[in-house]
Every structure is written in C-alpha cells, then in structure tokens.
C-alpha cells in the first residue's frame, strides 16, 4: 500500500478546455461503438437487443451460447474505455484521462448510435479502471471474479465491484481518481436498477444461463 502511494501522483491540469472538449466527445463516441451488438450481427445471433434481457454486453451475448462473441465483447468493450484513458493521457495529460474515461463510459451506457438506449457498463468501467490505476482496476476485476465465481449471478459481481472501487482507491493510495470513481459507480448502480430488483426477488439469472 506505501509503495503504490508513493507512486499516485496528483493530476495536471490543462488549461485549454477546447481541448478537453475535444477529448470528452471522442471518448463519447468511442464509447458508443455497441460491440455486443456488432459481435452478434457478426457471428450471426441476431439482434441482441431482441435475446435475453436486451442489454448490449457481454453477458448478453453469453446468454446465446457463443462463448466467443461473448469473450470479444467483453475485451472490446473494456478496450474502448481504456484505449479512451491511455490516449488522453498521452496527448494531453492526466485530467483529459479522466474526462475521457467518464466520456467512454457515459458513451457505453448512452450511445447516440443507439437513441440514448445502451448497455449496463461493467466491461467498460472496469476497462477505464485497470487505464486510470491498474492495481485499482485489479482489485475491481478480483472483486467481479470472486462474487461471480461464489454466487453466479453477473449482475451482483458487478455492483459488489462497483461498490468496493472507491475503497480500493484509497486503500491503494490513488485518492486523485476518487471522485470519479465514485461517480462511474453510482451509475453503475442507476444502470442495474431492474438488476437489483431482481436479485431481491431471487430471479435474477445465473451465469451463462442460455435464451
């Protein structure tokens, strides 16, 4: 924990907003790309938001038995986030990472492609993590995989990741990427309202489960 504090560094701030205006809305339509829905067209499943619970990630596609498309959809849609933060960083500096990985997500869940109607986010907030502070993004993809492995139920795995992300980012000493963090969780939490309902019911559907 002292070792990844002393690496945590307080982030620039650029005084040109054009450019981070310019920044927020690539990010935005990158984050937009619909990949489940691609993926699907591409290995013929159909138009995903017609199987299952017509969310447009991964454990959607999951659900029409193609493991692969699955898979793509999930590396993809984690990409977009983090491909969004690393290029920020390089060409203007640490506070446009940030604005680009809020914009990606905020693509992902509302995607002008798609009028405004997309997926639940979990790939892409956990992409935008492991760019922002890889241990964090870690600890957030541990706490995933532990809770689906326990428990079986993906939507459940990504709240108690989401929930848990703030703490891990100031245990692990990143206290710069707090307030976003925060914020990429709580719309998590927005995203998996219906999720949530269903958990409490006892009918939320298991991993893998086939259409």
């Not at 690496?7 to 809305?25: F, H, N």
């Not at 890889?134 to 706490?143: H, N």
């Amino acid at each position: 924990m002292g070792c990844a504090s002393s690496v945590a560094k307080v982030p620039e701030i650029t005084s040109d907003p054009v450019l981070l205006a310019v920044v927020a809305v690539a990010a935005y339509l990158l984050g937009s790309v619909p990949f489940g829905i691609v993926m699907a067209r591409l290995f013929g499943l159909g138009d995903l938001r017609t199987i299952g619970s017509g969310n447009i990630g991964a454990t959607n596609v999951l659900r029409t038995g193609n493991k692969l498309a699955a898979f793509l959809t999930l590396v993809l849609d984690a990409g977009k986030g983090g491909i969004a933060v690393l290029l920020a960083r390089a060409a203007v500096g640490e506070d446009a990472a940030q604005v680009a990985g809020f914009c990606a997500f905020l693509g992902h869940l509302y995607p002008v492609w798609l009028g405004f109607r997309g997926g639940k986010g979990v790939a892409t907030f956990l992409g935008t993590l492991l760019a922002l502070a890889w241990p964090v993004g870690l600890a957030a993809c541990a706490t995933w995989a532990v809770t689906a492995g326990l428990f079986r139920i993906s939507s459940l795995a990504a709240l108690a990741a989401a929930a848990l992300t703030g703490l891990w980012a100031h245990l692990l000493g990143y206290p710069q990427i707090l307030a976003l963090v925060l914020m990429l969780a709580l719309l998590v939490f927005v995203r998996h309202a219906s999720n949530i309902r269903r958990i409490l019911a006892g009918a939320e559907p298991r991993i893998g489960k086939k259409t």
